[in-house]
């Protein structure tokens, strides 16, 4: 499992940097996201080259970037809105290991 870290309650229009501890060995890796009530949904996705690819709901917002010397993998969150609310995982792309506990991000005032 891996283990998402950064989360917090940010006001409308804030932002968060999340981050995520991979394995030494490099894989592509995606952000994904669960709100209460609803389905997890992908995010973000960032390849072996670095090339990414973003959910339309946060392009313009977000970014992948990661930094394979430090083994991690991170999202910075920019214009926060409260329907970004939500537990966010981060995982292997495209076939994930299992599920691990998130981290909580909340947009409200």
């Known amino acids: 499992q891996l283990q998402a870290s950064g989360g917090g309650l940010v006001q409308p229009g804030g932002s968060l940097r999340l981050s995520c501890a991979t394995p030494?060995?490099?894989?592509?890796m995606a952000w994904h996201r669960q709100a209460p009530g609803k389905q997890r949904e992908f995010v973000a996705l960032?390849?072996?080259?670095?090339?990414?690819t973003y959910a339309e709901s946060v392009k313009g917002r977000f970014t992948i970037s990661r930094d394979d010397a430090k083994n991690t993998v991170y999202l910075q969150m920019n214009s926060l809105k409260p329907d970004d609310t939500a537990l966010y995982y981060c995982?292997?792309?495209?076939?994930?290991?299992?599920w691990g506990k998130g981290t909580q991000v909340t947009v409200s005032s």
């Open positions: 995982n292997k792309w495209p076939i994930p290991w299992s």
């Open positions: 960032i390849t072996t080259g670095g090339t990414t």
């Open positions: 030494g060995i490099t894989f592509s």
